[in-house]
Every structure is written in structure tokens, then in C-alpha cells.
């Protein structure tokens, strides 16, 4: 396998042919049962050395009673226990800042992120200048597959703070000889500039949400630009569903006339584009010989057989100084393992990452994932670009009632037009959940848009009551 080494050794200079498919071609085509074996002997690696130089799994793996020499396969290594934010929370508290998983000494410590603490207290990405320059290597690959080259501008159009998304991109491109451009997002008038910029530039690669991507198009849209005018080959998104969701995924890859790749797993364990689609393939294609994935039940953590759905579970293969051994996502995905339209043989996420465990709801005993309400939505004439839904329950019966912008066109033509919007959104969100759907369609421009990840989910049973009230209290 092409610079396999723990700790990694990348070539920093190397650079496939200009026409070739593939940035290593053995390792992303090989017999996936040959890979699972080097994978296994990289675990065992990974796991002396993060018993080696970290109390925290010492601890951890010696009250489980397993140790690195007890993983000689894949079924065994299910048996390590996994982590989870909370324990990675707490041993930051009780370790700070950086937590006793820290495994290079501190001084080593070469970029600073982490989570923005906003449900409580953050936790810190500590990243030595081995693993930063290890990441850019990774998303340079994952880049080159998706089909950007050296030379390419790339927009990043996310936040340049502790948000690893936007970083892990720029420094993607940069390891690819691109022409990295980090405009950044979330400035007030900072769309309307990007629409400029975007012209002027012409970018053949663009990174943001898929909600931003949204916005961008609707601020075009209002200046008399066409998306198409930027030239956008390729936009590559993480943060949030979306970007493998075919609703969402198509409506953008029209609106610019680009490659929507869908990309992005958790910051925790950057290089987050592991899970990453390609210039051919749709879904998010998991790249095990960078970070191990196993798709597993909830419940006991065992994966999944292929075909079913499950919570991610990570494992960094390339990472020294915070490395994550079973990290649970508490994500929602389903996976297979199939032939790839651009031949690597890595399983397959065919609609990404769609959803969260503690996300999805429950409406009179079905599960329903925002992502699911947004890709109907997306593909709806007459939507307005915004939505927020509102779950809650009247009486003994769990209630959903969704808050759907019109365009401007469709309110222009009076009731009727809106009456006939309200039960064409109501009919097809019915077909796709399985479930009655109160809909009360607002005007353009009523909910705030974001440069960030879009939050559109409600749980508030008066509130719910009350815009009952307005759309009617029917049946449905």
C-alpha cells in the first residue's frame, strides 16, 4: 500500500499523473478483504500507542479487560468500548485543556479548535503539525478524487474559526497546488460579496453547507445573477444532510450546474472528509484506510450487516496527537458495500449521513428525519427556500406541523394559489413520511437565513397549539 506508515510518512511533493483516477491507486482499489487485513494490523498499532501515551484508554481498556494483542480481527476489535463525547468532555475537565488523550506533549500542539460550547462546555481540538499536515495529504486526495487538480481555485465559503470544516478544506486545497480562496461566511452583506467574488473569480471547486449553498443561490437570484454565470465545476459540502439527500443534492447541482459531492463525518476525527462521494460516485464513500468505519447497532455497538442502518462508529488510522479509537457519532446512516461507478472499493453511505439519533422524532410511531422534510420541500414548486417544523402533542396524539415559505409568485396570485401550495406540500410530505402533515404556507423572507447550519426543528407543545389554531385544526 502507497505510503501505508504509523505514524504517517506522506510525500509531500508527490502528485499522481494529471489524468490519473486515482491519487493511490492500490489502496483505493484493492480487495477490501486484503485492506481489512492491513487495517487490522494498523489497529493493533494504533492501539499500543495510544495505550503507550494515553491514560485515558490505558484506564478505559483495562477496565474493559482487553488490550491491543486481543484485536486479530474486525470482529474482535467490536469488543473495545467505545468512546463517547461525554467521557471525551470529562477527561478534558479533569485534564485541561486538551484531555488526558492527548498523546504528543503539549508543547508539540500546533492548531487550536474545537466546539463552540453552546449546549455546554466546548471541547478542544489540540492538532500537532504532523497530524495538520497528515490531514492536508488525506483531503488532498479525497479532492483529487472528486475531481479538482492543481491549478483549480477553490472558494471555501464557511467560517474560518473553530469550525474544522472550513479549515480542512483550505488546507486540502492547498496540499493539491489549487488556488486556495478562504472568503469565508457569516458577515452581514458577506453573500451579496460572494456573488461578486464568485463572478469574477469563476472557481472550479467551492466548499460551504449545503444551506449556505441555498442562500447563496436566492441572494444571486434577487441581485439578476444566475448561479450558473460563477462556473462552479465542482461544490463539496459537510455540516449538515444534504449534499447525497437526491432532493436537495439535484436542486443544487441545477441551480449552478455542478458536481454536488457530499463530505464531512465529525470534527473529532479530522480528516473529516473520510467519508466523502467522488467525481463519480454519489453518497459518501468511506475511506477505511484513513479512518476506520464501522456502521453499528446502537445498542450493543456491533456493526450492522451490509444494507442496514446504524450509528457510525470511528476509529482515526493516521492520527498521533488526539487520536479516537471507536468514537460514537450518534449519527444515522445506512451502508452497503457494492460496485462503485469510479472503482474504489470502499463500502458506501448512498445517502450520507441523514440524521441524528437524538434528531429524528417520533409522529404517532413513525421516525421522521428533518432531512427528509427538507428534501420534499426543496423539490417543491412554489417553495420559498425556508422552512421550520413543529413537533409536539395535543391531547394524547403526537402532531407535526410544518411552516413553509411561499415564493413571491405564488402569493402574488391570492388564496387559491396559496390554498392549492398548502395541500400539494401537505400531499407530498404525507407520501414521503407515511404520516397526515399540517402545513400553513408564510411568506418569502419570514425565517432567518444562516451562512452556517441551518436549525429548523420546533419542539414546543404551546406554540405548536397555537399555530394549529391559525392553519385551521383540521384532520388533514
Request: aromatic share 10%; charged share 25%.
Amino acid at each position: 500500500m502507497e505510503q501505508w506508515h504509523f505514524p504517517p510518512r506522506y510525500d509531500g511533493t508527490y502528485f499522481p499523473a494529471p489524468d490519473q483516477r486515482y491519487w493511490f491507486p492500490q489502496r483505493e482499489t484493492m480487495d477490501p478483504a486484503e485492506r481489512d487485513e492491513a487495517i487490522v494490523a494498523r489497529l493493533r498499532e494504533v492501539m499500543h500507542y495510544a495505550y503507550e501515551h494515553a491514560p485515558f484508554y490505558r484506564r478505559k481498556w483495562d477496565a474493559a479487560g482487553i488490550g491491543p494483542d486481543d484485536v486479530r480481527s474486525l470482529a474482535d476489535f467490536e469488543h473495545v468500548p467505545v468512546v463517547t463525547k461525554d467521557e471525551i468532555r470529562a477527561s478534558q475537565a479533569n485534564a485541561p485543556p486538551f484531555g488526558d488523550y492527548l498523546c504528543v506533549p503539549e508543547q508539540e500542539v500546533h492548531h487550536i479548535h474545537g466546539t463552540s460550547g453552546t449546549s455546554g462546555r466546548p471541547t478542544v481540538f489540540g492538532i500537532s503539525r504532523e497530524d495538520w499536515e497528515t490531514i492536508a495529504n488525506n483531503h488532498a486526495r479525497i479532492m483529487w478524487g472528486m475531481g479538482l487538480r492543481p491549478g483549480d481555485t477553490v472558494f471555501v465559503a464557511a467560517i474560518l474559526s473553530l469550525y474544522m470544516g472550513s479549515w480542512g478544506a483550505l488546507i486540502g486545497a492547498e496540499r493539491l497546488g489549487c488556488k486556495a480562496f478562504p472568503f469565508g461566511a457569516g458577515a452581514p452583506g458577506m453573500t451579496s460579496r460572494a456573488v461578486t467574488w464568485l463572478r469574477m473569480m469563476q472557481p472550479a471547486g467551492f466548499y460551504s453547507t449545503p444551506s449556505y449553498a441555498l442562500r447563496l443561490a436566492e441572494v444571486a437570484e434577487e441581485e439578476g445573477v444566475d448561479p450558473r454565470e460563477f462556473g462552479i465545476r465542482v461544490m463539496f459540502f459537510s455540516g449538515e444532510p444534504g449534499g447525497s439527500i437526491p432532493g436537495i443534492r439535484d436542486h443544487i447541482a441545477r441551480t449552478f450546474g455542478a458536481r454536488v459531492v457530499d463530505s464531512g463525518t465529525m470534527a473529532e476525527v479530522t480528516p473529516w472528509m473520510h467519508g466523502a462521494g467522488s467525481a463519480e460516485t454519489d453518497g459518501m464513500l468511506l475511506w477505511q484506510d484513513i479512518v476506520y468505519t464501522e456502521v453499528c447497532d446502537p445498542e450493543t455497538f456491533r456493526r450492522v450487516p451490509y444494507g442496514s442502518q446504524g450509528t457510525p462508529i470511528y476509529t482515526t488510522l493516521e492520527r498521533t496527537s488526539q487520536p479516537m479509537i471507536r468514537l460514537f457519532s450518534g449519527d444515522l446512516t445506512h451502508w452497503v458495500l457494492e460496485d462503485n461507478p469510479c472503482g474504489r472499493t470502499y463500502p458506501r453511505l448512498p445517502q450520507g449521513i441523514y440524521g441524528r439519533i437524538d434528531d429524528m422524532f417520533q409522529i404517532r410511531g413513525e421516525n421522521v428525519y428533518p432531512s427528509e422534510i427538507a428534501a420534499v420541500l426543496t423539490e417543491l414548486d412554489g417553495y420559498g427556500g425556508e422552512h421550520r417544523i413543529v413537533v409536539s402533542r395535543e391531547g394524547v396524539m403526537d402532531e407535526l406541523l410544518v411552516q413553509v415559505e411561499m415564493d413571491g409568485a405564488t402569493e402574488a396570485r391570492g388564496d387559491a394559489a396559496i390554498a392549492a401550495f398548502r395541500e400539494h406540500a401537505a400531499s407530498a410530505l404525507a407520501r414521503m413520511l407515511g404520516l397526515r402533515v399540517a402545513v400553513e404556507p408564510v411568506s418569502a423572507g419570514t425565517f432567518e437565513r444562516t451562512d452556517f447550519k441551518a436549525k429548523r426543528v420546533i419542539d414546543d407543545r404551546d406554540l405548536y397549539a397555537s399555530l394549529q389554531r391559525r392553519v385551521g385544526g383540521g384532520d388533514g
